[in-house]
Structures are given as C-alpha cells and as structure tokens.
C-alpha cells in the first residue's frame, strides 16, 4: 500500500502544486521527480477571535476593488471620494514646525532622544488651554500617534469582559477591536450583528442618536462619534447631556471620538463631551490631528482620560492607561509633536480654519448635487462626509457601479455596520477640481427612481445576489467586508 506522503508527491506531480501543509518538515521526492517542500507549522495556536472577523477591514477592501478595476481598465481616471485622507498640502505655519523640529535634532543643544510616553508638557498644556479651554488638567492629556492606534489600547485596558455598544451605523474600528480583544461572540447570520455587542440604531427616523432607554441591556463602555463617521451629523448639546446622563445613571463610560469637531461650524454644537457637565466622570475622549491639519500621515493625536475616571473597584482608569501607554508606546515622535504645538499657535489655528472651509465647501457641493438628483442626503454641514439614502439599493451595488460607470470610489454605508445598508459615504476630502468633476460624473450616472445602470444584464449576477458578496461568501456586518 502507497504511504500518505507518497501519495501526496504523486498528487504534487499530477497538479502541479507547490507545498502542502503537513506536520512533517523533512522534504519528499515523488516516482515523477517533483520534489514535495513540506512546510513546517508551529504549535502555536491562533487568537480564535480573529476568525470571528470574517473578513477584511472595510478600507482594505475597497482598495483592493480600486486596484482590480485599474488592473482591468488602465485608461481609468479614478476619482476618490471613499477612504477619508486628506489631499491639500501642510499649511506653511505648521510645516514650519515639523521643519523645526527635525532641524534642531541635528544639533548638539537640540538633541532629544526618548520623550515622555504620555507627550511632552508643553504640547500637552497647550490642548488642554487651547482645545479645552482648561475645562481638562493637562496631566490627562496623553499624546499618541492617532485616535485608531488609541481606540485599540483603551480595548487593551477595558479587556475582554466589558459589553461595549457601538452606534450603527459607526466606524468600524470599535466593533473590530471589541472582537479581537475577545468582548464577543460570533457574528449572527440573520441580523449581521456580533452577540455579544449592543448595537445602537443610528438613522434618519430618530436624528441619528439613539434610543438610550431601549437598550436590550447595560453597557459597560459606549463608543460615541461626533460629528459622526458615517453620517457626518453632530450631536446636539440636549442629546449628549442625555448620553452623560444615561452613562452616570448605569455607571457606563463613554469613549467619545471627537476626531472630526474643528468641522464644527454651529455654535450651538458641543465639540466635546468635556463641554457637558458630569462628562469628567464618565466619559475619556479621543482626537486626532489628521483630518483638519493635514497628519493623516504625519500621525499625531492625543486622549483625554480624567483622574475622576474609576472602575468599578475604585482603581483609577487614568493609571491603568497611563499603564498600557507606558508599556506598549514610547512616545509621539518629536519632530510631529512640535509641528503640533505649530498647529496650536495663532497663525496654525487659523491655517486650519482655511483648510476646514475649503474641505467643508466639498461637502456642500456634494449634497447639493446628490439632493438635486432626488437623493435625501445627511452631514456635510459640520462634518466632512455626506452621507447619501438609496432608497433601498444595496450600497455595494451602488458602490460598484458607480466604479464602473463613473470611475469614483465611494464608501459602501454597509461597511459600517447593518443599520449604514442602502447608504453611500462620499467623503470631502477630495480636491476641488476632482470634486467638481465627480459632480458632473455623478450626474450623469447616478440617476433617481428606477436606475437604468442597475438593470439585468446578460451573464451579470443581479444586484440582490451579488451586492454583499466578496470571495463567494456573503458580508456579515460591519467588520465582514
């Protein structure tokens, strides 16, 4: 009787494959003279939790469809109004103090190596003032390389035996992160939704804040957007002084992500959660650099976690994060942290104010073309998204026929969790040449009512069958992409 190994050689030999995973790690040469690698697996097993995910990260993906239509149609002219990254250059102010700071690193009396891992005092004085207007202590400011890499080290100090709600639709970081750090536990078929995580309904019928009072149970942590990634709406003062009053009254915390405020232009509308009385002792705040100052990739933002802050036993959450940024961060670079305290000076506050109006008149012209088509859109006025109803398409439809069509990549609202479904994202962060031009694309394609675009075609899977389907399996939620 031929072994197992040598039938596997003789398999190699009909096939043509490369390796096989197998425990044996000597190689095997077949009767047909294809040598057999046998590639050596570890004992180690895998974080079971990442197999929960399903899929790829939203962005990811969407990229990945980008490259596979520019692959196929290299003539394409692609316009991007998808992953939100900003496209206008550093303002000259702030560029001047990332020139600073890398300039005085070569000098003897300008030299630093290791900063403090929680940002250097002088930065962390100014948010508090200048940010906060000294509503927060400095020594709660922790400075960091961006709001995503902190969401990821709160999960790391809540740990994996808090409930966390999430609004829906919402970004999906917060969901993906409760997943991996193993909050939950597998993604429900029928509903799209992880068991495990309260998921807060977020849409036009309720002005996009959630029914706090129907809650199907307590949560321990509440991830909270505003101005609002997807939907690009801001919180008013009424509905977060009702968010703090439901966190004091369940003893929750909120993690309010306020990386998109300076969009803010309604003075009516908190920037942040430290604006409502109590929220010091509920709530830790996360923001960023990124959007409104051009550091998508130059990578700096901080989080607010007051000393008020206590878990359940009494112990300090600002010690415990101080803690993980201690253990798992050395620092924000210094070069960055001085083009921030750049941002903060006079001349780099109103640097940013230019670039807001310029990202923000995007978006008006956005919603003003997709609402003259018929679209009921949202945001766009204090946040940089608008965020486009369908009227019931799928939005990975739409999402890939306006690719083909239009040559425009949006972001489909199903990437951001069931409730975002039969929505698109458009995001501002465009120029205003491609943003005029993907007007006048849109207009052409993206038509109201029955879409011509969306008909059957010969050989083409209808839009039910094929919208939510990446690698032949369907999409799951918000982290299913």
Known sequence: MMRPVALLAVALCATSSLAFLTPAPRPVRSRCGVRARILHMSGVERNPNFGKLMGGYLFPEIARRRSAFLEANPEAKIISLGIGDTTQPIPPHILSGLVHGASKLGTPPGY?????????????EKIASTLYGNRIDPDDVFVSDGAKCDIGRLQVMFGKNVVTAVQDPSYPVYVDTAVIMGQTGLINEQSRQFDGIVYMPCNPGNDFFPDLAALPQRPDVIYFCSPNNPTGVAATRPQLEALVAYAREQGSVIVFDAAYAPFIRDPSLPKSIFEIEGALECAIEVNS???????????????????????RDGSSMHADFNRVMSTTFNGASNIVQDGGLAILDKEGLAEIQILISYYLANAAKLRATVEAMGYKAYGGDNGPYVYVDLGGKSSWDVFSEILEKAQIVTTPGAGFGPGGEGFLRLSAFASKENVDEACERLQKVMVKGPVPWMAERPGRASPSSRGNRVFGQSVAGPNGI
């Open 289 to 311: 650099f990124s959007k409104y100052a051009g550091f998508t990739g130059v990578r700096l933002g901080w989080t607010v976690v007051p000393k008020q802050l206590k878990f």
């Open 112 to 124: 630093s190596g290791y900063g403090p891992d929680q940002g250097v005092k002088d930065l962390r």
